[in-house]
Every structure is written in structure tokens, then in C-alpha cells.
């Protein structure tokens, strides 16, 4: 497709300098952007990148010194706001997918919505329901009386396991596998491991976002619950019966361990993790690396380390850390002075 500055100005309430009518056909980085491109500029290190930048139109702050007449400006408040708004409106990609591949098995009793496809090699087992407008990419199984809301796309090489049910409008990334075993194990009086069924599902609530190769394990009893609103980056863990409460977010390689409630609006970044039987309370941030020991009951606290502390405790121990050498040596030079004081008081 292509489309005016002007109007893409129009959409973000951006104020043109220079050519309003140029085309745009594309978005890119500033360092990458090529004629026929629009990118933006909001952060100062990459102002370096301007001068040589190929680009036709540029979302900046208002104010820019507008060095170039070779280039297009869009002013706005927010540049990067912006430059996403226009993706999500005018460039989100289609994924285009129609039709039920005649590879694909469909068991007689499943129901599939209308407009909903179906790639290649999909197996939709008994009983599962699949909603309007879904589409489920290559090599995808879902297993008996798995349901799928309306609008969601699954992609290719997704595995999710008998009665899970999936909301709408919902993303699922390559390789994640939903309703996998719990890790549900005791032991016996000779030390042996023996398995304990994990008889629950997983429930995914509206609007969930799931990155590539995501577990999300099924409850031994009742549900692992992940409600509206989620998104889980790509390789994190979620054990059974754990909640994610709506709109938090999980970065990368994070692990959160079972019947582990989380909150809403937390923010939990890469490799976090958290043990079992915990409460997070809502509006929680936890710093990249931190090891969760302990219930946080404060809404809105944040945390970081291993075992993690609050934030501002946690940055104090670090530094002292980091100078416990200078700390050593100081202390013998003290314990120096103490015997030489000694001798001469004859204490």
C-alpha cells in the first residue's frame, strides 16, 4: 500500500514540514530507512543516524532543527507513540492464511466459524470448537474439546492439549505448547518418583499475546488461569495452576513456579523467578534476574536481586558490594591503627 504524509499526519495529528503529498509505501529504522520510507527520531542517540538517512518523511518532536530540505517532517509530541500507531492502523501485517487445507484433519464433530483457515497438516481433534475469523497456521494440533475464540490466530507448530480453551482476538506465536503436564511429582518411601495426573486445563482469557515456545502448564486440579489482556514474551514458564493476573506483562525466560498468583498490571522482566504458592500484588514491577522467595503484598512495589529485595535496598546492598574491597583494605588499615593506638596507651 501506499499513503500520503499528509494523511498519516492526519491520523497522529502531526504538524507537515516540506512535501505533504510524498508516498510512503514502507516504515524502517532511521539507520536503515530507504526513498519511500517513513521513520522516526526520538531518542538523541540516534541522532547521529539523520544526516545520512535515505528516508522520505520523519517523525520528530516539535522544534526539530530542520537541517535537511531533502526530507519530510512530521512533528508530533510523541514520535515513537506515533510511529507505532501508524503501524498498528495503516501496516499491520495480514497474515494471510483462507480456506481448510486439504491436508488437514477435522474431526467430524468439531464446529469451525465461519471465515475461520485451516494450513496444512493441522489436526483439530473431537469435540473442539474454533470461532469466526480464526486462523490456525501449519502443523498446529489441538487436542479433544479445545475451544478457540473468534479472531485469534494460532501459528505454526502450536501444541495445545485436551479441554484448554483460548479467548479472543488472541496471538499465539510459533512452538508454544498449552496444557502440557504439570510438573506433579511425589515420592515414595524408596525415594522413587511416581507421577500425579494433572486432571485440570489451561484457561487463556481475551486478548492474550503468547511468544514462541511458551509453556503454559495445565492445572492439576481446576485451572492455570491467564487472564485478559496478558503477554508473555517468547521461553517463559508458567507452571499449574498459577494466575497472571489482566495486562501484565512477562519478559523472556522468566519462570513462574506453581499456584503462583500474579496481579494486575505487573511487570515482570527477563529471567525472573518465582517460586510457588505466592501472591504478587498488582501494579508490581520486578527487575530483570530477581529470584522471588516471598509474597509482595504491596501494590505498585518494586523488587530486584536474588533473593529479591525493594528496589532502592537492593541498589544500596549492590554498591557496598561492589566496594567491599575498598571496605577490606580500609579495614585493615583501621585494625593497623587500633594495635598501634594500643601499644602506645598500653591498653
Not at 499526519?9 to 520510507?37: F, P
Request: overall charge negative; hydrophobic content about 40%; proline content about 3%.
Amino acid at each position: 500500500m501506499k499513503i500520503s504524509v499528509a494523511e498519516i499526519a492526519r491520523l497522529i495529528e502531526g504538524e507537515v514540514t516540506g512535501n505533504g503529498e510524498e508516498q510512503i509505501a514502507g516504515l524502517a529504522k532511521i539507520e536503515d530507512a530507504k526513498s519511500g520510507e517513513l521513520t522516526f527520531l526520538y531518542l538523541d542517540s540516534y541522532q547521529k543516524y539523520f544526516e545520512a538517512s535515505q528516508a522520505s518523511a520523519i517523525l520528530v518532536k516539535p522544534g526539530f532543527n530542520k537541517t535537511r530540505d531533502d526530507i519530510t517532517y512530521i512533528e508530533v509530541k510523541d514520535p515513537n507513540k506515533s510511529f507505532t500507531k501508524i503501524v498498528t492502523s495503516l501496516f499491520f501485517p495480514k497474515f494471510p492464511l483462507e480456506g481448510k487445507d486439504e491436508t488437514a484433519f477435522i474431526h467430524p464433530s468439531a464446529i469451525i466459524g465461519t471465515n475461520s483457515a485451516i494450513g496444512k497438516n493441522v489436526v483439530i481433534s473431537e469435540g473442539c470448537k474454533i470461532g469466526n475469523d480464526v486462523k490456525i497456521f501449519h502443523n498446529t494440533v489441538l487436542l479433544e474439546n479445545v475451544e478457540v475464540g473468534d479472531g485469534t490466530i494460532i501459528f505454526q507448530n502450536v501444541s495445545i492439549r485436551e479441554d484448554c480453551k483460548i479467548g479472543k482476538r488472541g496471538i499465539i506465536h510459533p512452538g508454544a505448547v498449552i496444557g502440557s503436564d504439570g510438573f506433579g511429582f511425589h515420592p515414595n518411601e524408596k525415594g522413587e518418583w511416581f507421577k500425579v495426573p494433572q486432571i485440570g486445563n489451561v484457561v487463556v482469557e481475551d486478548d492474550v499475546e503468547i511468544g514462541a515456545n511458551v509453556t503454559i502448564d495445565r492445572a492439576a486440579i481446576g485451572s492455570t488461569l491467564i487472564k485478559k489482556g496478558v503477554k508473555l514474551d517468547n521461553l517463559v514458564q508458567i507452571a499449574h495452576n498459577v494466575v497472571v493476573g489482566e495486562n501484565t506483562a512477562i519478559a523472556a525466560q522468566a519462570g513462574i513456579s506453581g499456584s503462583t498468583k500474579i496481579g494486575r498490571n505487573c511487570l515482570i522482566a527477563g529471567q525472573v523467578g518465582v517460586v510457588g504458592h505466592l501472591e504478587i500484588a498488582d501494579k508490581v514491577i520486578l527487575y530483570a534476574q530477581s529470584g522471588i522467595s516471598k509474597s509482595i503484598p504491596d501494590t505498585g512495589a518494586t523488587y530486584f536481586g536474588s533473593p529479591a529485595k525493594e528496589y532502592r535496598t537492593a541498589l544500596k546492598n549492590e554498591a557496598h558490594i561492589r566496594n567491599l574491597s575498598q571496605y577490606a583494605e580500609k579495614i585493615k588499615q583501621l585494625e593497623v591503627e587500633i594495635k598501634l593506638l594500643k601499644e602506645k596507651t598500653g591498653l
